[in-house]
């Protein structure tokens, strides 16, 4: 019944607010103390110490246990505000709603969680909230394709987990994430993403969906592709070319893997460097003394993710299968991508915030916490023009998106490395900034417009995950995830005031214009002038199906065009002599 790292107790449990719970299974076979996560069936909430939970003890996983602090963020979580329940009707009036084609002045009337008309001056039933957006740009909120909410990563778990990372996601403007379900080695692929739901549930404050893990490879894994395609609303896999004997695939696993999600109509993403001379660089740069956090920038230069850019668009390619490749960290491995680009090949580069925002010359900082803070894969680049440069690609369609790979340690975590940078968990804020970011260095910059923006930080995710115009837009009949935008107001990063739960921001100090005032997710106003109204669990898991016309509209034309080229000629068989086989 039970295995070691993860298995399922089916045992019924009763809780009471504020009170610890410690798996007490006598066949438990993980060792050290445990974290136990209830499956809380939406809304319900332990409201005053001592009312009582019955419910299904569902997951246990090796780690510290976090029961106790589970209960009492239920039990103090915000208080529900009449604007938060569903059937609520907002108007949010005479805004420039900014569109990825184009941008015009309307209210925008929501109901029951959806855009029910835009239009200027609109009539509205008696009884709807009014937020006046008079001056100000109104925009579809936030789509973050790329986060690590509370991930096992590295002998730690990253410490946004699936509610103050989501809180943290609305306050800065947006609405929705996609998380990455990692299977164990050798663990099922639908144990994995039954667990990341698990996790992400009862806790997400916006809405989410998952995309899963390629961490190992068999005829399972091949089969469990399918399955997660057609019933668990999956249409997109990662690799990882590097975490060599963790998560790494070999390249014929690889082939394997992008031949079996082209054949699903799904989207291979891909984590671009090469492993194995990674791992030789941990050893000859720890041999040289280095041990501190500039040595993980040291060990792991740009050319290696360049060169596993380059074998990831030719393996995608043979397969004829569209590529995503996820942060993108360096203008080498930006070159590749572009140059895919032009030679036609179906390949989507994602920027950072951390790498729109900030270099790698922060890992050489003399204060170890600071420069440890900054360590991530691939690495921020030590070279300071690398930022402008990933935002002038972005702008012009070289680099497709904006995510934030948003991956948080604390210090004491990140000091799991304290002699050896190889230990340092690797990850970085960014899902609360992003939005400010890109405003500050892509729009405010004259890089980019207000419709490019819109585009890079929702619009062409939803397109190339396939839940435009679910979302990603302001149209009639998408869902009311719509943030008001003020392009003039600045804030000033910190630690001090943002939402996530980690100790440091690597934006630290940075003046950003463009504020989310007010932040509508599902219908909600979720936030609004620097106060959340967030609800544990009210967001929902998006489903996805495969062959989205965005992409694979394409990618079937050029599957019939290739096979018009591979015609063999026509001529008369050779009859001539043949020497002996030896
Ligand atoms: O440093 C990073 N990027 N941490 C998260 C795991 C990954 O590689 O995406
Ligand atoms: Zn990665
Ligand atoms: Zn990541």
């Not at 698990?198 to 893990?213: E, I, M, R």
């Amino acid at each position: 019944m039970i295995t070691k790292n993860g298995s399922r107790h089916s045992s019924q449990i009763s809780l009471q607010a504020h009170e610890n719970y410690t798996c007490d299974q006598s066949d438990c076979l993980i060792d050290g103390p445990r974290i136990l996560q209830v499956i809380f069936k939406i809304g319900t909430c332990l409201s005053s110490p001592g009312e009582t939970y019955l419910g299904d003890c569902v997951y246990i996983y090796s780690g510290v246990c976090s029961m106790s602090v589970y209960l009492s963020f239920l039990v103090s979580s915000s208080p529900i505000t009449p604007s938060m329940e569903p059937g609520n009707r907002l108007l949010i009036r005479g805004g420039r709603v900014v569109n990825a084609d184009y941008s015009r002045t309307a209210d925008v009337f929501v109901e029951d969680g959806v855009i029910r008309n835009v239009a200027p001056s609109l009539d509205v039933p008696e009884g709807t909230r009014v937020l006046d957006a008079r001056g100000k740009l109104v925009i579809p909120g936030g789509i973050d394709p790329h986060t690590h909410m509370q991930i096992p990563f590295m002998g730690t778990r990253s410490i946004d987990d699936f509610y103050s990372g989501t809180r943290a996601a609305v306050a800065g403007g947006t609405t929705m994430i996609l998380d990455f379900a990692l299977p164990f080695n050798g663990e099922s692929l639908l144990e994995a993403y039954r667990r990341w739901r698990g996790w992400a549930d009862p806790k997400v404050c916006c809405d989410y969906s998952l995309h899963v893990g390629l961490t190992w490879w068999s005829s399972q894994v091949c089969e469990e592709m399918a399955e997660l395609t057609k019933n668990h609303g999956v249409n997109s896999f990662k690799i990882f070319m590097a975490y060599k004997d963790f998560y790494m695939l070999r390249d014929s696993e690889m082939c394997a893997a992008v031949r079996q999600c082209k054949a699903l109509g799904g989207l291979v993403m891909v984590h671009a460097e090469n492993g194995d001379m990674v791992s030789e660089g941990v050893k000859e740069v720890l041999a040289c003394g280095v041990t501190g956090p500039e040595g993980h920038t040291l060990s792991r230069p740009a050319e290696l993710e360049a060169e596993a850019t380059g074998r990831a668009v030719a393996i995608a390619n043979q397969a004829g299968c569209p590529l995503y490749v996820v942060h993108v960290m360096s203008h080498e491995a930006a070159d590749v991508v572009t140059a895919a680009r032009n030679n036609g090949h179906i390949v989507f580069g994602e920027a950072l915030a951390a790498g729109l925002g900030v270099d790698g010359t922060h890992c050489w900082n003399k204060d170890w916490r600071h420069a440890a803070a900054y360590v991530m894969s691939p690495p921020l680049r030590p070279d300071p023009r690398t930022p402008a440069r990933l935002m002038d690609l972005l702008a012009n369609d070289d680099l497709s998106l904006t995510a934030t790979d948003n991956c948080t340690f604390t210090g004491e975590q990140k000091a799991l490395g304290k002699d050896d940078f190889s230990k340092i968990p690797n990850g970085v804020n960014g899902l609360e900034d992003r939005l400010s970011i890109v405003w500050e260095k892509g729009v405010c910059s004259g890089k980019m417009d207000e419709n490019r923006f819109v585009a890079v930080t929702s619009t062409t995710a939803a397109k190339i995950f396939n839940f435009y115009p679910r979302k990603g837009v302001i149209a009639v009949g998408s869902d009311a995830d719509i943030v008001i935008w003020d392009p003039q107001m600045t804030r000033t990063i910190s630690a001090k005031t943002h939402h996530h739960a980690v100790d440091f921001n690597i934006f630290e100090g940075m003046e950003c214009h463009g504020v989310p005032l007010v932040t509508v997710a599902g219908g909600r106003v979720v936030y609004e002038n620097g106060q959340l109204f967030v609800q544990p669990g009210a967001g929902k898991y998006i489903p996805r199906t495969c062959f989205g016309d965005f992409i694979y509209q394409r990618v079937r034309q050029m599957d019939i065009v290739r096979a018009n080229q591979q015609v063999g000629v026509c001529r008369q068989p050779y009859s001539g002599p043949v020497v002996p086989v030896l």
